[in-house]
C-alpha cells in the first residue's frame, strides 16, 4: 500500500487535480519557508499571489454580474468587494481547509500561522493563481464558484456588503453629534500585497480597528467593527 500523500487528498478535496503539481506545491509555499530551506528549488507563492488576485476579483465579478441581473453597479461593486476581502478569502482558505498543507517556516508555524488571516487569504489567492495557470480561467471557475455562492449569501444577509463607513457618519452625526476619523496606523507585507490597519475615531476614543489589502478597505472594516462594537453590541 503506498503512504498517504496530503496532497493528493487536498486535490480530491478542492475536485481539481493539477497537471503540473509543482505549481500547487509553489501556491501552498509561504516565504518563510523558502528563507529556511534556500535549497528548495519550488520558490515562494507571492508571484502566484499577485496573479490570483487579478484572476479571483475577475471570477468574482463575473459571477456577481450573472447571480444579481437586478444589481446596479454600486451593489455589485460593493459585493465583489465583500468576496474577495482579506478575511473572506481566508474564511474560503478554511472551507477547503488549506491550512493543514501549507508549507511554512518553523517559527511562522509555531506562531500560528497555519490559522492567520493573511496567510491563508494570500494562499488562497495563491492556489487560485495555480489553477488559472495550470487549467486556465474555466479551473478557477470551476474551483471558486460553489464556495462563492454561500459566503454571497452570507454577506447580503448581514448587510456586511453595505457601505460601512457611510453607515457609521449617518449613525454617529445622529446619535452622538460626531463625525468619524479614520487614521492608518500600521502597514505590512511585500510591495504588491500591502496589507493595512486602520483606525476610527469618533471624538478622542478609538471605536473601531480594521485591517484590509487597501486603506479605503481597512478603513471600512474599522468602520464595520465600530457598528457592531456600539450599535449592534
Known amino acids: 500500500m503506498g503512504s498517504f500523500d496530503p496532497l493528493d487528498e487536498f486535490q480530491e478535496r478542492i475536485g481539481y487535480r493539477f497537471h503540473n503539481p509543482s505549481l500547487l506545491k509553489q501556491a501552498l ?18 508571484r502566484l499571489e499577485f496573479l490570483g488576485d487579478a484572476v479571483l476579483d475577475f471570477v468574482a465579478g463575473a459571477w456577481v454580474y450573472h447571480r444579481y441581473p437586478q444589481f446596479g453597479e454600486g451593489q455589485m461593486t460593493r459585493l465583489r468587494a465583500a468576496l474577495v476581502c482579506s478575511p473572506s478569502l481566508a474564511q474560503l482558505a ?15 508555524e509555531e506562531s500560528g500561522g497555519r490559522d492567520r488571516d493573511t496567510i491563508l487569504g ?6 487560485a493563481g495555480a489553477l488559472y495557470l495550470d487549467g486556465g480561467l474555466p479551473a478557477v471557475t470551476s474551483f471558486a464558484e460553489p464556495l462563492i455562492e454561500p459566503l454571497a449569501e452570507g454577506i447580503l444577509k ?9 453607515r457609521l457618519q449617518e449613525w454617529s452625526q445622529a446619535a452622538l453629534g460626531v463625525t468619524p476619523r479614520y487614521r492608518i496606523v500600521a502597514e505590512y507585507g511585500p510591495d504588491h500585497a500591502r ?13 473601531g480597528q480594521g485591517t484590509g489589502r487597501s486603506k479605503q478597505a481597512a478603513e471600512q472594516a474599522a468602520a464595520r467593527a465600530a457598528w457592531t462594537s456600539l450599535v449592534e453590541g
Open 29 to 46: 509555499t509561504h516565504s518563510s519557508y523558502t528563507n529556511e530551506h534556500p535549497e528548495d528549488t519550488i520558490g515562494d507563492n507571492q
Open 94 to 108: 478554511r472551507n477547503i481547509r488549506l491550512g493543514e498543507v501549507l508549507r511554512l517556516g518553523r517559527g511562522e
Open 122 to 127: 494570500d494562499a488562497f489567492e495563491a492556489l
Open 158 to 166: 448581514q448587510d456586511a456588503d453595505v457601505d460601512a463607513k457611510s
Open 195 to 207: 496589507t493595512f490597519v486602520a483606525e476610527v475615531l469618533l471624538g478622542d476614543k478609538v471605536a
